[in-house]
DNA sequence: CTGATTTTAGATCATACGATCTAAAACGGG
DNA sequence: CCCGTTTTAGATCGTATGATCTAAAATCAG
């Protein structure tokens, strides 16, 4: 009978997360996440494996409680076109709201990725195109629903959200201004014809 | 008298924007920088500064050649309107024409910036700024000669082109898709009814 | 109690890192 | 020729890095 843990894995996996969010993969050592998550580097690699390993390990954990939750909630909502306007606005506020002004760890990782790592840049993109997939649902929702307006071709319209949202996440960390946040966005929900963020 | 250089600064300069280009600041070590610029270590220092110093030159470099030139140009056409597709189109051509999937340094660095460097981070802000001014400036003139038709707010329009060529330069690196790249451009200008990206 | 197993703690390793040091080289001036 | 100055070349430094090692600790089973 092996001696039980003394770390709780969702904690330290926020730790981790957190220092790799405000750093960076390259610019954040294993003594630092070893500072973070409150544990000695032996235990760290004993229980999540190297330090690339253990950022894969973080990722994954980010993903699982922000933006896959965040897409599915918007998704189940009844309204299409609500649920575009409602991620856009809730991407904003949660970016705004982070005082350390982090953007987006999956986005912020993605261009970190070496072309030594192809593995990493599949791994990430696959991600990504979560959300391009979830604004083409929601367009072809719409649109099939007559809450959309026709207009460009969907799949181009998707792509327009999915950059304008990059753009934004991009935004979010060397810019967070509200007026631009919101201005890029507001604009390219109105050039769509959908409908504006809620307020908060 | 001082010995004279054997380097050629224009040369080395490129040789460190591609690795910085390729690999990002972190991720690049100085002895990669000498191999590639074919220079030793201290003759770097001696030239250039710390690792830092010359990562800020070869920024300034990469610009002087790049973005800013492109800027110049595209402004001084007589159209606004096909300044901003000319703009557009040439981006995405830049990125689709890079073998190594590089995307576009400045907003790659302006990503990798730790909160430790907020000096570099205004630097970048500063250089990112100048694209949404041209897209602003060519909005205002595009308005009022009537070549582009008035719709939303011309700093909204701005912010629009602004995060969706920050978009694109995200997907350049980790998805270089004709397609997405295209689509996302396509979609920005025909919903600001801009005319359409000239083919090349 | 011993044994097996995993985890923790602290030290250490092998290597890499950014930066510096020493001395020779290269140049023109006097 | 010597001198002054900067550059180059190669070695080295002091420190940091990712990772590993050793041994004790913690647990339950027999």
Same mark, same amino acid.
């Given at each position: 009978?092996?001696r039980?843990?003394?770390?709780?894995?969702?904690? #330290?996996?926020? =730790?981790?997360?957190d220092?790799?969010?405000?750093?960076?993969?390259?610019?954040?050592?294993?003594? &630092? +996440? !070893?500072?973070?998550?409150q544990?000695?580097?032996?235990?760290?690699?004993?229980?999540?494996?190297?330090k690339?390993?253990l950022?894969?390990?973080?990722?994954?954990?980010?993903?699982?409680?922000s933006?896959?939750?965040?897409?599915?909630?918007?998704?189940?909502?009844?309204?299409?076109?609500?649920?575009?306007a409602?991620?856009?606005?809730e991407s904003i506020?949660?970016s705004l709201?982070d005082?350390?002004?982090?953007g987006?760890l999956l #986005?912020?990782? =993605?261009?970190?990725?070496?072309?030594?790592?192809?593995?990493?840049?599949?791994?990430l993109?696959a &991600? +990504? !195109?979560?959300?391009?997939?979830?604004?083409?649902r929601?367009?072809?929702?719409?649109?099939?629903s007559g809450?959309?307006?026709?207009g460009?071709?969907?799949?181009?319209?998707a792509?327009l959200?999915?950059?304008?949202l990059?753009g934004i996440?991009?935004?979010?960390?060397?810019?967070?201004?509200?007026?631009l946040l919101?201005?890029a966005?507001?604009?390219?929900?109105?050039t769509?014809g959908?409908?504006?963020?809620?307020?908060?």
């Amino acid at each position: 009978m092996a001696r039980p843990r003394k770390f709780d894995e969702t904690a #330290v996996l926020d =730790a981790a997360v957190d220092r790799f969010w405000t750093q960076g993969f390259e610019a954040t050592s294993t003594r &630092e +996440l !070893a500072e973070s998550m409150q544990m000695t580097l032996a235990s760290i690699h004993n229980a999540f494996g190297d330090k690339r390993t253990l950022f894969r390990r973080s990722l994954e954990h980010y993903l699982n409680g922000s933006l896959r939750a965040r897409i599915a909630r918007h998704e189940a909502a009844p309204s299409p076109a609500a649920a575009i306007a409602g991620f856009l606005r809730e991407s904003i506020e949660r970016s705004l709201g982070d005082g350390c002004r982090r953007g987006c760890l999956l #986005v912020n990782s =993605a261009l970190q990725v070496t072309p030594a790592d192809p593995e990493m840049r599949d791994y990430l993109n696959a &991600e +990504l !195109a979560t959300i391009e997939d979830f604004f083409r649902r929601c367009i072809v929702r719409g649109r099939q629903s007559g809450e959309i307006p026709a207009g460009i071709d969907a799949d181009d319209a998707a792509r327009l959200l999915f950059s304008n949202l990059l753009g934004i996440r991009v935004l979010a960390r060397v810019r967070p201004e509200r007026s631009l946040l919101e201005g890029a966005a507001r604009a390219a929900l109105a050039t769509l014809g959908l409908p504006p963020m809620p307020d908060i």
